[in-house]
Protein backbone atom coordinates (compact mmCIF):
# COMPACT_ATOMS: atom_id res chain seq x y z
CA UNK A 1 0.00 0.00 0.00
CA UNK A 2 2.90 2.08 0.97
CA UNK A 3 4.29 2.06 -2.55
CA UNK A 4 1.41 2.21 -4.40
CA UNK A 5 0.82 5.98 -3.86
CA UNK A 6 4.09 7.04 -5.74
CA UNK A 7 3.39 6.09 -9.30
CA UNK A 8 0.05 7.88 -8.65
CA UNK A 9 2.37 11.04 -7.64
CA UNK A 10 4.88 10.70 -10.02
CA UNK A 11 1.49 10.67 -12.72
CA UNK A 12 0.30 14.06 -11.56
CA UNK A 13 3.77 15.77 -11.48
CA UNK A 14 3.86 14.65 -15.33
CA UNK A 15 0.35 15.89 -15.83
CA UNK A 16 1.17 19.07 -14.45
CA UNK A 17 4.05 19.49 -16.29
CA UNK A 18 2.44 18.48 -19.87
CA UNK A 19 0.07 21.17 -19.35
CA UNK A 20 2.49 23.95 -18.90
CA UNK A 21 4.49 22.90 -22.06
CA UNK A 22 1.30 22.16 -24.12
CA UNK A 23 2.12 25.53 -26.53
CA UNK A 24 -0.34 23.95 -29.29
CA UNK A 25 -3.35 25.09 -26.85
CA UNK A 26 -4.50 28.31 -27.40
CA UNK A 27 -6.07 30.31 -24.84
CA UNK A 28 -9.36 31.64 -25.54
CA UNK A 29 -8.39 34.73 -24.35
CA UNK A 30 -5.73 37.05 -22.76
CA UNK A 31 -4.88 40.84 -21.28
CA UNK A 32 -4.36 43.11 -22.94
CA UNK A 33 -2.21 46.12 -21.12
CA UNK A 34 -3.32 49.62 -22.02
CA UNK A 35 0.21 52.13 -21.20
CA UNK A 36 -0.32 55.95 -21.72
CA UNK A 37 3.12 57.88 -21.74
CA UNK A 38 2.41 61.40 -21.33
CA UNK A 39 4.77 63.87 -22.77
CA UNK A 40 5.45 67.42 -24.46
CA UNK A 41 6.57 66.58 -27.99
CA UNK A 42 9.09 63.15 -27.42
CA UNK A 43 9.84 64.24 -23.69
CA UNK A 44 7.93 62.79 -21.11
CA UNK A 45 6.42 64.89 -18.38
CA UNK A 46 7.69 65.33 -15.29
CA UNK A 47 5.21 67.07 -13.09
CA UNK A 48 6.51 69.83 -10.38
CA UNK A 49 5.60 73.00 -8.42
CA UNK A 50 5.96 76.21 -9.20
CA UNK A 51 9.86 76.84 -9.31
CA UNK A 52 10.72 73.27 -9.55
CA UNK A 53 13.80 72.33 -11.42
CA UNK A 54 12.99 69.39 -12.33
CA UNK A 55 9.82 69.53 -13.89
CA UNK A 56 9.58 69.25 -17.82
CA UNK A 57 8.91 72.72 -19.06
CA UNK A 58 7.23 72.93 -22.99
CA UNK A 59 7.19 75.86 -25.37
CA UNK A 60 3.63 76.51 -27.02
CA UNK A 61 3.18 77.80 -30.93
CA UNK A 62 2.75 81.03 -29.21
CA UNK A 63 6.05 81.25 -27.37
CA UNK A 64 4.36 80.58 -24.06
CA UNK A 65 6.56 78.50 -21.46
CA UNK A 66 4.40 76.17 -19.16
CA UNK A 67 4.74 73.18 -16.74
CA UNK A 68 2.11 71.02 -15.16
CA UNK A 69 2.00 70.21 -11.61
CA UNK A 70 -0.87 67.94 -11.44
CA UNK A 71 -2.10 65.84 -14.89
CA UNK A 72 -5.25 63.42 -14.62
CA UNK A 73 -7.60 62.62 -17.15
CA UNK A 74 -10.40 59.45 -17.16
CA UNK A 75 -10.06 57.22 -20.32
CA UNK A 76 -13.04 55.30 -21.01
CA UNK A 77 -15.18 53.09 -23.51
CA UNK A 78 -12.59 50.69 -24.68
CA UNK A 79 -13.41 48.96 -27.88
CA UNK A 80 -10.74 46.73 -29.71
CA UNK A 81 -11.53 46.27 -33.22
CA UNK A 82 -10.63 42.36 -34.71
CA UNK A 83 -8.72 42.05 -38.14
CA UNK A 84 -12.29 41.42 -39.74
CA UNK A 85 -13.52 44.82 -38.83
CA UNK A 86 -15.79 43.50 -35.55
CA UNK A 87 -15.60 45.62 -32.70
CA UNK A 88 -14.82 43.61 -29.13
CA UNK A 89 -16.18 46.34 -26.31
CA UNK A 90 -14.61 46.40 -22.88
CA UNK A 91 -17.15 46.91 -20.41
CA UNK A 92 -17.95 50.04 -22.25
CA UNK A 93 -21.40 50.30 -20.02
CA UNK A 94 -19.75 49.77 -16.65
CA UNK A 95 -17.30 52.33 -15.12
CA UNK A 96 -15.64 50.34 -12.35
CA UNK A 97 -14.94 47.48 -14.90
CA UNK A 98 -14.15 49.80 -17.61
CA UNK A 99 -12.63 53.35 -16.86
CA UNK A 100 -9.90 54.59 -15.47
CA UNK A 101 -8.14 57.44 -13.98
CA UNK A 102 -4.64 58.30 -15.28
CA UNK A 103 -2.98 60.31 -13.46
CA UNK A 104 0.68 61.29 -14.26
CA UNK A 105 1.57 61.61 -10.12
CA UNK A 106 1.32 58.07 -9.68
CA UNK A 107 2.78 55.84 -12.14
CA UNK A 108 0.56 52.55 -11.54
CA UNK A 109 -2.00 54.34 -12.82
CA UNK A 110 -0.18 55.17 -16.34
CA UNK A 111 -0.74 51.22 -17.04
CA UNK A 112 -4.77 50.35 -17.31
CA UNK A 113 -4.70 45.99 -17.32
CA UNK A 114 -7.48 45.04 -20.23
CA UNK A 115 -8.81 41.45 -18.98
CA UNK A 116 -10.02 38.23 -20.59
CA UNK A 117 -9.90 40.28 -23.91
CA UNK A 118 -10.96 37.76 -26.59
CA UNK A 119 -8.27 35.86 -28.94
CA UNK A 120 -7.80 37.50 -31.95
CA UNK A 121 -5.57 40.15 -34.29
CA UNK A 122 -6.72 43.73 -33.67
CA UNK A 123 -6.00 46.16 -35.82
CA UNK A 124 -7.56 49.27 -34.16
CA UNK A 125 -8.34 50.71 -30.45
CA UNK A 126 -10.73 53.24 -29.80
CA UNK A 127 -12.03 55.07 -26.45
CA UNK A 128 -13.39 57.60 -24.91
CA UNK A 129 -11.57 60.59 -23.14
CA UNK A 130 -13.79 61.29 -20.94
CA UNK A 131 -16.85 59.66 -19.77
CA UNK A 132 -19.87 58.94 -22.17
CA UNK A 133 -23.24 61.94 -21.09
CA UNK A 134 -25.40 58.54 -20.70
CA UNK A 135 -23.44 57.30 -17.67
CA UNK A 136 -21.85 60.72 -16.80
CA UNK A 137 -23.93 60.95 -13.13
CA UNK A 138 -22.00 60.44 -10.11
CA UNK A 139 -24.19 57.67 -9.65
CA UNK A 140 -22.20 56.11 -6.94
CA UNK A 141 -24.57 53.60 -6.28
CA UNK A 142 -24.11 52.05 -9.69
CA UNK A 143 -20.42 52.35 -10.39
CA UNK A 144 -19.30 52.59 -7.04
CA UNK A 145 -15.94 51.88 -7.44
CA UNK A 146 -14.87 53.98 -9.85
CA UNK A 147 -17.40 56.91 -8.27
CA UNK A 148 -14.39 56.26 -4.82
CA UNK A 149 -11.58 56.43 -7.09
CA UNK A 150 -12.30 59.36 -9.21
CA UNK A 151 -14.15 61.53 -5.79
CA UNK A 152 -10.38 60.39 -3.79
CA UNK A 153 -9.66 63.49 -2.04
CA UNK A 154 -6.04 63.12 -4.43
CA UNK A 155 -7.81 62.63 -7.29
CA UNK A 156 -10.83 65.39 -7.45
CA UNK A 157 -11.96 64.20 -10.60
CA UNK A 158 -15.50 65.31 -9.95
CA UNK A 159 -17.77 68.32 -10.57
CA UNK A 160 -19.71 68.39 -7.80
CA UNK A 161 -22.36 71.17 -8.72
CA UNK A 162 -22.65 69.35 -12.47
CA UNK A 163 -23.11 65.76 -11.04
CA UNK A 164 -20.78 64.62 -13.36
CA UNK A 165 -16.76 63.47 -13.68
CA UNK A 166 -13.73 65.55 -14.54
CA UNK A 167 -12.18 64.98 -17.88
CA UNK A 168 -9.23 66.54 -17.50
CA UNK A 169 -7.37 68.09 -14.47
CA UNK A 170 -4.36 70.16 -15.38
CA UNK A 171 -2.75 72.12 -13.01
CA UNK A 172 0.55 74.11 -13.57
CA UNK A 173 2.05 77.05 -14.69
CA UNK A 174 2.89 79.51 -17.24
CA UNK A 175 5.29 82.24 -18.49
CA UNK A 176 8.08 82.78 -16.79
CA UNK A 177 6.57 84.63 -14.21
CA UNK A 178 4.78 81.15 -13.38
CA UNK A 179 0.93 82.21 -13.40
CA UNK A 180 -1.12 79.66 -12.19
CA UNK A 181 -3.11 77.29 -15.11
CA UNK A 182 -5.93 75.69 -14.29
CA UNK A 183 -7.52 73.68 -16.99
CA UNK A 184 -10.86 71.54 -15.80
CA UNK A 185 -12.75 70.29 -18.75
CA UNK A 186 -16.20 67.70 -18.36
CA UNK A 187 -19.58 67.73 -19.69
CA UNK A 188 -22.40 69.95 -18.97
CA UNK A 189 -25.16 68.62 -20.88
CA UNK A 190 -28.83 67.45 -19.98
CA UNK A 191 -31.81 65.57 -21.95
CA UNK A 192 -30.78 62.35 -24.39
CA UNK A 193 -28.20 62.31 -26.67
CA UNK A 194 -29.14 64.24 -29.77
CA UNK A 195 -31.19 66.36 -28.44
CA UNK A 196 -29.49 67.91 -25.60
CA UNK A 197 -31.64 71.15 -23.76
CA UNK A 198 -28.03 72.73 -22.83
CA UNK A 199 -24.98 72.75 -22.25
CA UNK A 200 -21.32 70.99 -23.59
CA UNK A 201 -20.78 67.96 -24.65
CA UNK A 202 -16.76 67.57 -23.53
CA UNK A 203 -16.34 63.47 -24.02
CA UNK A 204 -14.87 62.83 -27.25
CA UNK A 205 -13.85 59.46 -28.63
CA UNK A 206 -10.88 58.48 -29.68
CA UNK A 207 -9.55 56.06 -32.48
CA UNK A 208 -6.06 54.94 -33.24
CA UNK A 209 -4.91 52.82 -36.00
CA UNK A 210 -2.37 50.24 -34.43
CA UNK A 211 0.76 50.02 -36.56
CA UNK A 212 0.89 46.47 -36.27
CA UNK A 213 -1.73 44.10 -34.84
CA UNK A 214 -2.04 43.77 -31.49
CA UNK A 215 -1.96 39.82 -31.26
CA UNK A 216 -4.08 38.09 -28.32
CA UNK A 217 -3.43 34.58 -27.61
CA UNK A 218 -0.59 33.09 -26.19
CA UNK A 219 1.03 36.40 -26.02
CA UNK A 220 -0.88 39.48 -23.64
CA UNK A 221 -0.16 42.32 -26.43
CA UNK A 222 1.59 45.98 -24.77
CA UNK A 223 0.18 48.59 -26.47
CA UNK A 224 1.84 52.11 -26.03
CA UNK A 225 -0.25 55.07 -26.40
CA UNK A 226 0.97 58.84 -26.63
CA UNK A 227 -0.86 61.53 -24.77
CA UNK A 228 1.23 64.42 -25.97
CA UNK A 229 0.09 67.97 -24.25
CA UNK A 230 1.96 70.06 -26.55
CA UNK A 231 -1.13 70.16 -27.73
CA UNK A 232 -3.38 71.44 -24.85
CA UNK A 233 -2.06 75.32 -26.17
CA UNK A 234 -0.41 74.08 -29.97
CA UNK A 235 -3.48 71.66 -31.26
CA UNK A 236 -4.45 70.59 -34.51
CA UNK A 237 -7.91 72.71 -33.54
CA UNK A 238 -7.06 75.99 -31.55
CA UNK A 239 -3.53 78.38 -31.20
CA UNK A 240 -4.04 79.08 -27.48
CA UNK A 241 -2.37 82.22 -25.78
CA UNK A 242 -3.14 81.77 -21.97
CA UNK A 243 -3.77 85.02 -19.83
CA UNK A 244 -6.55 86.31 -17.72
CA UNK A 245 -9.24 85.66 -19.86
CA UNK A 246 -8.54 81.58 -19.91
CA UNK A 247 -5.66 79.95 -17.47
CA UNK A 248 -8.36 79.46 -14.26
CA UNK A 249 -11.79 77.44 -14.71
CA UNK A 250 -13.82 80.99 -13.88
CA UNK A 251 -13.30 81.69 -17.53
CA UNK A 252 -12.85 78.94 -19.72
CA UNK A 253 -15.29 76.62 -17.91
CA UNK A 254 -17.14 79.19 -20.18
CA UNK A 255 -16.52 79.68 -23.78
CA UNK A 256 -12.73 78.32 -23.47
CA UNK A 257 -13.57 74.96 -22.04
CA UNK A 258 -14.24 73.82 -25.70
CA UNK A 259 -11.39 74.81 -27.22
CA UNK A 260 -8.79 72.89 -25.21
CA UNK A 261 -11.52 70.07 -25.59
CA UNK A 262 -11.24 69.84 -28.76
CA UNK A 263 -7.23 69.91 -29.23
CA UNK A 264 -6.94 67.50 -26.52
CA UNK A 265 -9.79 64.92 -27.71
CA UNK A 266 -9.97 66.35 -31.77
CA UNK A 267 -13.18 68.00 -32.57
CA UNK A 268 -15.30 65.01 -32.41
CA UNK A 269 -15.95 65.47 -36.25
CA UNK A 270 -13.17 65.70 -39.00
CA UNK A 271 -10.37 64.68 -36.13
CA UNK A 272 -10.67 61.90 -33.84
CA UNK A 273 -7.05 61.44 -32.57
CA UNK A 274 -6.70 64.54 -30.32
CA UNK A 275 -3.24 64.19 -28.47
CA UNK A 276 -3.42 60.49 -28.79
CA UNK A 277 -1.36 58.25 -30.84
CA UNK A 278 0.16 55.35 -30.73
CA UNK A 279 4.24 54.76 -29.90
CA UNK A 280 4.06 50.63 -30.16
CA UNK A 281 2.33 47.69 -29.89
CA UNK A 282 4.37 44.59 -28.16
CA UNK A 283 3.26 41.20 -28.97
CA UNK B 1 -37.18 15.47 24.68
CA UNK B 2 -34.28 18.00 24.23
CA UNK B 3 -34.61 17.60 20.90
CA UNK B 4 -38.48 17.95 20.85
CA UNK B 5 -38.41 21.51 22.36
CA UNK B 6 -35.91 22.09 19.97
CA UNK B 7 -37.76 21.46 17.01
CA UNK B 8 -40.54 23.59 18.39
CA UNK B 9 -38.24 26.09 18.87
CA UNK B 10 -37.43 26.11 15.57
CA UNK B 11 -40.96 25.73 14.24
CA UNK B 12 -41.57 29.29 16.31
CA UNK B 13 -38.63 30.93 15.03
CA UNK B 14 -39.51 30.31 11.70
CA UNK B 15 -43.47 31.13 12.46
CA UNK B 16 -41.63 34.08 13.34
CA UNK B 17 -39.82 34.65 10.27
CA UNK B 18 -43.09 34.39 8.26
CA UNK B 19 -45.38 36.99 10.30
CA UNK B 20 -42.05 39.19 9.87
CA UNK B 21 -42.49 39.26 6.17
CA UNK B 22 -46.02 39.75 6.08
CA UNK B 23 -45.99 42.28 8.14
CA UNK B 24 -43.46 44.02 5.93
CA UNK B 25 -45.82 43.64 2.50
CA UNK B 26 -48.92 45.06 4.49
CA UNK B 27 -49.97 47.71 1.83
CA UNK B 28 -50.53 51.22 3.22
CA UNK B 29 -53.16 53.83 1.39
CA UNK B 30 -50.64 56.20 -0.18
CA UNK B 31 -52.83 58.97 -2.20
CA UNK B 32 -51.10 61.34 -4.07
CA UNK B 33 -51.59 64.47 -2.82
CA UNK B 34 -53.20 67.59 -4.39
CA UNK B 35 -50.67 70.13 -5.70
CA UNK B 36 -51.97 73.84 -5.37
CA UNK B 37 -52.13 75.27 -8.68
CA UNK B 38 -52.86 78.98 -8.40
CA UNK B 39 -54.72 80.38 -11.47
CA UNK B 40 -52.56 81.76 -13.56
CA UNK B 41 -49.14 80.16 -12.69
CA UNK B 42 -47.38 78.82 -15.31
CA UNK B 43 -47.49 75.15 -16.54
CA UNK B 44 -46.10 72.23 -14.08
CA UNK B 45 -42.07 71.17 -14.86
CA UNK B 46 -43.17 67.94 -16.77
CA UNK B 47 -40.93 66.36 -14.52
CA UNK B 48 -43.73 66.88 -11.69
CA UNK B 49 -45.77 64.39 -13.40
CA UNK B 50 -43.03 61.70 -13.45
CA UNK B 51 -43.30 62.07 -9.69
CA UNK B 52 -46.00 63.25 -8.28
CA UNK B 53 -46.69 64.03 -4.72
CA UNK B 54 -47.62 61.04 -2.60
CA UNK B 55 -48.90 61.41 0.86
CA UNK B 56 -46.43 59.37 2.33
CA UNK B 57 -43.62 60.45 -0.01
CA UNK B 58 -44.07 64.02 1.22
CA UNK B 59 -43.66 62.87 4.88
CA UNK B 60 -40.52 61.63 4.18
CA UNK B 61 -38.71 63.96 1.92
CA UNK B 62 -39.95 66.57 4.54
CA UNK B 63 -38.22 64.14 7.29
CA UNK B 64 -34.62 63.91 4.70
CA UNK B 65 -35.09 67.12 4.41
CA UNK B 66 -34.77 67.87 8.04
CA UNK B 67 -32.26 65.36 8.19
CA UNK B 68 -29.01 66.10 9.54
CA UNK B 69 -27.50 62.51 8.76
CA UNK B 70 -27.66 63.84 4.87
CA UNK B 71 -24.02 65.89 6.00
CA UNK B 72 -21.00 63.94 6.59
CA UNK B 73 -20.61 64.74 10.23
CA UNK B 74 -24.03 65.07 11.23
CA UNK B 75 -24.20 68.36 12.03
CA UNK B 76 -26.78 70.34 9.03
CA UNK B 77 -29.57 69.32 7.10
CA UNK B 78 -31.40 70.97 3.73
CA UNK B 79 -33.38 72.91 6.51
CA UNK B 80 -30.13 74.29 7.80
CA UNK B 81 -29.94 76.88 5.09
CA UNK B 82 -33.38 76.30 3.57
CA UNK B 83 -34.70 77.67 6.80
CA UNK B 84 -38.99 78.30 6.41
CA UNK B 85 -38.96 81.66 7.88
CA UNK B 86 -36.94 83.46 5.62
CA UNK B 87 -39.00 81.74 2.54
CA UNK B 88 -36.46 78.61 2.66
CA UNK B 89 -33.33 80.87 2.14
CA UNK B 90 -31.31 81.95 5.04
CA UNK B 91 -29.41 85.02 6.03
CA UNK B 92 -25.87 84.61 5.22
CA UNK B 93 -24.31 86.28 2.14
CA UNK B 94 -22.72 82.98 1.15
CA UNK B 95 -24.26 79.19 2.15
CA UNK B 96 -22.46 77.81 5.01
CA UNK B 97 -21.72 73.97 5.10
CA UNK B 98 -20.49 71.55 7.25
CA UNK B 99 -17.68 72.84 9.62
CA UNK B 100 -18.14 76.22 9.04
CA UNK B 101 -17.12 75.97 5.09
CA UNK B 102 -18.13 78.92 3.01
CA UNK B 103 -19.87 77.71 -0.61
CA UNK B 104 -19.61 79.99 -3.71
CA UNK B 105 -23.26 81.29 -3.81
CA UNK B 106 -26.43 82.43 -1.67
CA UNK B 107 -28.89 80.21 -0.43
CA UNK B 108 -31.73 80.88 -3.28
CA UNK B 109 -35.54 80.34 -1.50
CA UNK B 110 -37.70 77.39 -1.89
CA UNK B 111 -41.08 77.96 -2.93
CA UNK B 112 -42.89 77.48 -6.56
CA UNK B 113 -40.45 74.88 -7.59
CA UNK B 114 -43.08 72.82 -9.21
CA UNK B 115 -43.49 75.95 -11.52
CA UNK B 116 -39.85 76.42 -12.44
CA UNK B 117 -37.80 75.11 -15.38
CA UNK B 118 -34.38 75.33 -14.22
CA UNK B 119 -32.90 75.29 -10.85
CA UNK B 120 -30.33 77.04 -8.96
CA UNK B 121 -28.39 80.20 -10.02
CA UNK B 122 -26.89 78.70 -13.02
CA UNK B 123 -29.99 76.80 -13.81
CA UNK B 124 -27.62 73.91 -14.17
CA UNK B 125 -30.38 71.06 -12.86
CA UNK B 126 -34.17 70.82 -14.63
CA UNK B 127 -35.56 68.44 -12.77
CA UNK B 128 -35.40 68.79 -9.36
CA UNK B 129 -34.83 65.35 -8.72
CA UNK B 130 -31.08 65.55 -9.85
CA UNK B 131 -30.51 68.42 -7.60
CA UNK B 132 -30.59 66.71 -3.99
CA UNK B 133 -27.41 64.97 -5.07
CA UNK B 134 -25.03 68.39 -5.86
CA UNK B 135 -25.36 69.41 -1.95
CA UNK B 136 -25.11 66.15 -0.75
CA UNK B 137 -21.72 65.53 -2.53
CA UNK B 138 -20.41 69.50 -2.14
CA UNK B 139 -17.49 69.73 -0.18
CA UNK B 140 -18.47 73.38 1.14
CA UNK B 141 -21.93 72.03 1.76
CA UNK B 142 -22.88 68.37 2.95
CA UNK B 143 -20.04 66.56 1.73
CA UNK B 144 -21.23 63.31 2.19
CA UNK B 145 -22.49 61.10 -0.45
CA UNK B 146 -25.45 59.17 -1.51
CA UNK B 147 -24.27 55.40 0.18
CA UNK B 148 -23.10 56.81 3.33
CA UNK B 149 -26.63 58.69 3.62
CA UNK B 150 -28.24 55.23 2.97
CA UNK B 151 -25.87 53.03 5.17
CA UNK B 152 -26.82 55.56 7.81
CA UNK B 153 -30.59 55.76 7.82
CA UNK B 154 -31.57 52.61 6.10
CA UNK B 155 -31.57 50.14 9.38
CA UNK B 156 -33.92 53.14 11.13
CA UNK B 157 -37.38 51.58 11.94
CA UNK B 158 -39.11 54.97 11.32
CA UNK B 159 -37.44 55.33 7.72
CA UNK B 160 -38.50 51.82 7.10
CA UNK B 161 -41.56 52.21 7.86
CA UNK B 162 -41.97 55.50 5.60
CA UNK B 163 -39.76 53.73 2.75
CA UNK B 164 -42.63 51.34 3.23
CA UNK B 165 -45.87 53.25 3.31
CA UNK B 166 -43.83 55.71 -0.11
CA UNK B 167 -42.77 52.74 -1.99
CA UNK B 168 -44.19 49.58 -1.27
CA UNK B 169 -41.27 47.63 0.05
CA UNK B 170 -38.52 48.81 3.02
CA UNK B 171 -35.48 49.22 0.59
CA UNK B 172 -33.75 52.58 1.13
CA UNK B 173 -32.57 54.12 -2.46
CA UNK B 174 -30.80 56.36 -4.11
CA UNK B 175 -33.73 57.42 -5.93
CA UNK B 176 -36.45 57.09 -3.75
CA UNK B 177 -34.17 59.89 -1.66
CA UNK B 178 -33.97 62.43 -4.59
CA UNK B 179 -37.65 61.64 -6.35
CA UNK B 180 -39.52 61.83 -1.50
CA UNK B 181 -37.22 65.61 -1.80
CA UNK B 182 -38.36 66.49 -4.55
CA UNK B 183 -41.81 65.52 -3.70
CA UNK B 184 -41.67 67.67 -0.63
CA UNK B 185 -40.66 70.83 -2.19
CA UNK B 186 -43.28 70.24 -5.09
CA UNK B 187 -45.43 70.97 -2.09
CA UNK B 188 -44.00 74.08 -1.48
CA UNK B 189 -46.44 76.71 -2.86
CA UNK B 190 -46.54 80.40 -1.95
CA UNK B 191 -49.89 82.53 -3.60
CA UNK B 192 -51.27 83.92 -0.13
CA UNK B 193 -49.44 86.94 -0.63
CA UNK B 194 -51.28 90.43 0.07
CA UNK B 195 -50.14 91.13 -3.73
CA UNK B 196 -52.36 87.82 -4.51
CA UNK B 197 -55.20 88.64 -2.19
CA UNK B 198 -55.72 91.77 -4.32
CA UNK B 199 -55.66 89.84 -7.88
CA UNK B 200 -58.27 87.79 -6.41
CA UNK B 201 -60.50 89.90 -5.22
CA UNK B 202 -60.73 89.07 -2.21
CA UNK B 203 -61.58 92.63 -0.30
CA UNK B 204 -57.91 93.36 0.34
CA UNK B 205 -56.41 96.82 -1.22
CA UNK B 206 -53.15 98.38 -2.05
CA UNK B 207 -52.27 101.45 0.09
CA UNK B 208 -51.52 104.35 -1.89
CA UNK B 209 -48.10 103.91 -1.79
CA UNK B 210 -47.89 99.97 -2.60
CA UNK B 211 -50.10 100.70 -5.69
CA UNK B 212 -47.48 103.80 -6.48
CA UNK B 213 -45.04 101.48 -6.11
CA UNK B 214 -46.62 98.98 -8.50
CA UNK B 215 -46.85 101.39 -11.70
CA UNK B 216 -42.96 101.99 -10.92
CA UNK B 217 -42.77 98.08 -10.86
CA UNK B 218 -44.76 97.94 -14.00
CA UNK B 219 -42.57 100.50 -15.27
CA UNK B 220 -39.27 99.56 -15.09
CA UNK B 221 -38.95 96.27 -13.09
CA UNK B 222 -41.61 93.65 -15.09
CA UNK B 223 -40.07 92.60 -18.19
CA UNK B 224 -37.24 90.60 -16.23
CA UNK B 225 -39.57 89.88 -12.82
CA UNK B 226 -42.17 88.78 -15.37
CA UNK B 227 -45.73 86.39 -15.17
CA UNK B 228 -47.04 85.45 -11.55
CA UNK B 229 -43.75 83.82 -10.20
CA UNK B 230 -42.12 87.54 -10.83
CA UNK B 231 -39.54 85.99 -12.71
CA UNK B 232 -39.39 85.40 -16.50
CA UNK B 233 -36.86 82.53 -15.81
CA UNK B 234 -34.13 84.09 -18.30
CA UNK B 235 -30.47 84.41 -17.88
CA UNK B 236 -29.01 87.77 -17.87
CA UNK B 237 -25.77 89.30 -16.64
CA UNK B 238 -27.18 92.71 -14.97
CA UNK B 239 -23.65 94.19 -14.09
CA UNK B 240 -23.79 93.13 -10.42
CA UNK B 241 -20.55 93.11 -8.28
CA UNK B 242 -18.49 90.27 -9.24
CA UNK B 243 -18.04 87.58 -7.33
CA UNK B 244 -14.16 86.50 -7.51
CA UNK B 245 -14.33 82.66 -6.82
CA UNK B 246 -12.43 80.85 -9.57
CA UNK B 247 -15.21 78.31 -9.94
CA UNK B 248 -17.77 80.90 -10.45
CA UNK B 249 -18.89 81.87 -14.66
CA UNK B 250 -22.83 81.90 -14.17
CA UNK B 251 -24.77 80.63 -16.54
CA UNK B 252 -21.80 80.10 -18.59
CA UNK B 253 -19.94 77.56 -16.93
CA UNK B 254 -23.32 75.42 -17.72
CA UNK B 255 -23.47 76.44 -21.49
CA UNK B 256 -20.42 77.27 -22.49
CA UNK B 257 -21.42 80.48 -24.23
CA UNK B 258 -19.35 83.68 -23.83
CA UNK B 259 -22.67 85.39 -23.77
CA UNK B 260 -24.00 83.37 -20.34
CA UNK B 261 -20.68 84.66 -18.66
CA UNK B 262 -21.85 85.96 -15.31
CA UNK B 263 -25.32 85.49 -15.89
CA UNK B 264 -28.01 84.39 -13.58
CA UNK B 265 -31.21 83.10 -13.44
CA UNK B 266 -33.59 86.47 -12.77
CA UNK B 267 -34.88 85.72 -9.39
CA UNK B 268 -38.61 85.22 -8.50
CA UNK B 269 -39.44 88.39 -5.87
CA UNK B 270 -42.08 86.39 -4.17
CA UNK B 271 -41.23 86.70 -0.31
CA UNK B 272 -38.36 88.82 -1.17
CA UNK B 273 -38.67 90.47 2.05
CA UNK B 274 -37.56 87.28 4.15
CA UNK B 275 -34.68 86.69 1.86
CA UNK B 276 -32.06 89.16 2.56
CA UNK B 277 -29.05 89.18 1.73
CA UNK B 278 -29.63 89.63 -2.19
CA UNK B 279 -27.54 88.72 -5.11
CA UNK B 280 -25.57 85.60 -6.11
CA UNK B 281 -23.12 85.71 -3.59
CA UNK B 282 -25.11 87.91 -0.97
CA UNK B 283 -23.28 90.88 -2.09
CA UNK B 284 -26.65 93.79 -1.11
CA UNK B 285 -27.53 93.41 2.44
CA UNK B 286 -31.11 95.29 1.76
CA UNK B 287 -33.75 96.03 -1.11
CA UNK B 288 -32.80 99.66 -0.09
CA UNK B 289 -29.16 98.41 -1.49
CA UNK B 290 -29.62 96.72 -4.74
CA UNK B 291 -31.97 99.39 -6.01
CA UNK B 292 -29.30 102.35 -5.20
CA UNK B 293 -27.12 99.91 -7.01
CA UNK B 294 -28.63 100.10 -10.24
CA UNK B 295 -29.97 103.60 -9.85
CA UNK B 296 -26.37 104.45 -9.56
CA UNK B 297 -25.38 102.22 -12.45
CA UNK B 298 -24.04 98.74 -12.70
CA UNK B 299 -20.93 97.25 -14.05
CA UNK B 300 -20.49 97.28 -17.85
CA UNK B 301 -19.77 93.87 -19.64
CA UNK B 302 -19.91 92.90 -23.09
CA UNK B 303 -22.80 90.84 -22.41
CA UNK B 304 -24.51 93.21 -20.05
CA UNK B 305 -28.08 92.79 -20.54
CA UNK B 306 -29.58 95.00 -23.20
CA UNK B 307 -32.44 96.77 -21.21
CA UNK B 308 -29.34 97.97 -18.75
CA UNK B 309 -27.38 98.64 -22.01
CA UNK B 310 -29.85 100.76 -23.33
CA UNK B 311 -30.00 102.85 -20.37
CA UNK B 312 -26.82 103.72 -19.47
CA UNK B 313 -26.06 101.16 -17.74
CA UNK B 314 -28.81 101.65 -14.94
CA UNK B 315 -32.02 101.82 -14.07
CA UNK B 316 -32.80 105.15 -12.61
CA UNK B 317 -34.94 105.47 -9.67
CA UNK B 318 -35.89 108.43 -6.90
CA UNK B 319 -35.65 108.07 -3.24
CA UNK B 320 -39.42 108.72 -3.63
CA UNK B 321 -39.79 105.39 -5.99
CA UNK B 322 -38.09 103.32 -4.33
CA UNK B 323 -39.39 103.54 -1.35
CA UNK B 324 -42.80 102.64 -3.05
CA UNK B 325 -40.91 99.46 -4.54
CA UNK B 326 -40.22 98.32 -1.78
CA UNK B 327 -43.61 98.99 -0.27
CA UNK B 328 -44.74 97.00 -3.19
CA UNK B 329 -42.81 93.87 -3.32
CA UNK B 330 -43.66 93.77 0.37
CA UNK B 331 -46.99 92.83 -0.65
CA UNK B 332 -45.26 89.94 -1.98
CA UNK B 333 -44.66 88.54 1.49
CA UNK B 334 -46.94 85.44 1.94
CA UNK B 335 -47.04 84.82 6.09
CA UNK B 336 -48.82 81.67 5.73
CA UNK B 337 -45.98 80.33 3.81
CA UNK B 338 -43.12 81.09 6.08
CA UNK B 339 -45.15 80.13 9.36
CA UNK B 340 -47.35 77.31 8.73
Known sequence: MKLSKKPILLLAISLAFMSCSSDDDMPVANNVDLEFTNTFGSETIVLGDATSAAATVNTS?????????ELKYVIS????????????????????????????????????????????????IKFGLGVRSDINTLDETRFPEFYASAGANDTEMMWEWGTGYRFTK?????????????????????????SYTQGVDAYRDIILDLPT???????????NIQADFNHLLSGAANTITLGDGNATPSVHTAANMVQFVDNLGGNAETNTKGMFSIISVQN | MMKKIFAIGLIIFFLIGCSDDELSSVSYENPEVALTI??????????????????????????????????????????????????????????IGVEGRVGIRNTPPIQNLAFMNFYGWDGSKLRLENQPLVPIITHEEMDSSILEIIYKIEDNQDYRELFQKAYGDQEVTANRIYKSIAQFEYTLTSNNSKYDKIQRNEGEVFTEIE???????????????????????????????????????????????????????VPSLRNVEYTAPYGSFGQFKTLKEVLDYLDSGVLYAENLDPILKDNNNKISLSEEEKEHLIAFMKTLSDPDFINH
Open chain 1, 213 to 223: NAVVGNSAPKI
Open chain 1, 170 to 194: IEGFYDTDNKQLSIHTGSTVEGQEG
Open chain 1, 61 to 69: AEGQVHHFS
Open chain 2, 38 to 95: PTDFPELNSSVYTNMPTKYGVELGKKLFHEKRLSTDNSISCASCHIQKHAFADTHSQA
Open chain 1, 77 to 124: NIRLIKEDGTEFPYNVNDLDEGATVVNQAKPETTTYELTNIPTAEYKQ
Open chain 2, 211 to 265: ALGYQVFQEKCVSCHSTTLFTDQSFRNIGFPINSDSNEAGRARVTGLENDYMSFR
